[in-house]
């Protein structure tokens, strides 16, 4: 499964990007506003760059034809950038529009199985299910996981399931075994995934043993 970084944080990026770990990025306005003001095209470029890997950029316009043109600036960016749209009926009709120009979309706040069904019939490259905002409302947001997989594979659709709204590793764990293209998780999940107890406990139990007969290489 390919794992993108669910951050516009250029730290948090560059951490995980050096040790070689992520396959892409997602950014939305809320997590862009945390790190940033005013233009941010250069900020946007230089995550691109970060990554050898697709980067979503999501459009501000509500109405399709502003989600276009700003589609069609985000995407003049860098050859990484993937626009996101929202899943509404312009944001559809966009993605129709962006993906007849050669512009690859990520359509983005799904909620429901039908939302994803339509999203890939107008050409989506990536649908993100927000699992973890399903969850808070007393939700199964790995159902609607289990769901877009049937349906993507009962019609062959090409476009690629991107968990987001990631909270913690098993969400990541669950995503994998139920087949998702990809997930998107904050920095946070991402370096919890490393870690074990038995793992710290191991590694402390032979450097002891080792320096207490002497041993050296
Ligand atoms: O990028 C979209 C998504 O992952 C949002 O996550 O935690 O704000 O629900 P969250």
Redesign the pocket.
């Known amino acids: 499964m390919k794992i993108f970084l669910?951050t516009a944080d250029l730290n948090e990026i560059r951490r995980a990007a050096d040790a070689g770990l992520i396959d892409g990025i997602?950014?939305?306005p809320?997590?862009v506003a945390k790190v940033a003001k005013g233009d941010v095209t250069d900020m946007y470029r230089e995550i691109c760059e970060a990554v050898d890997g697709p980067v979503?950029l999501e459009v501000v316009a509500i109405t399709r034809d502003d989600m276009i043109s700003e589609g069609k600036k985000l995407a003049a960016i860098h050859e990484n950038a993937v626009v996101k749209v929202p899943l509404t009926e312009d944001g559809l009709k966009a993605c129709r529009a962006l993906r007849a120009e050669g512009i690859r979309v990520n359509v983005?706040l799904c909620f429901s199985v039908s939302q994803a069904h339509l999203a890939a019939k107008a050409g989506a490259s990536f649908i993100?299910p927000?699992v973890?905002?399903i969850d808070?409302v007393s939700g199964e947001g790995m159902q609607l996981i289990h769901q877009i997989r049937q349906v993507y594979d009962n019609y062959g659709f090409a476009t690629e399931i991107l968990a987001?709204?990631?909270?913690h590793p098993m969400h990541v764990v669950e995503a994998m075994l139920i087949g998702a293209d990809c997930c998107?998780i904050?920095s946070k999940v991402l370096w919890q995934l490393s870690k074990h107890p038995l793992t710290d406990k191991g590694l402390e139990a032979f450097l002891d043993d080792w320096n207490a007969a002497g041993t050296a290489i």
Do not use: E, Q
């Open positions: 669910d997602t950014t939305n809320s997590l979503s983005t993100s927000f973890g905002r808070d987001a709204s990631i909270r998107t904050p």
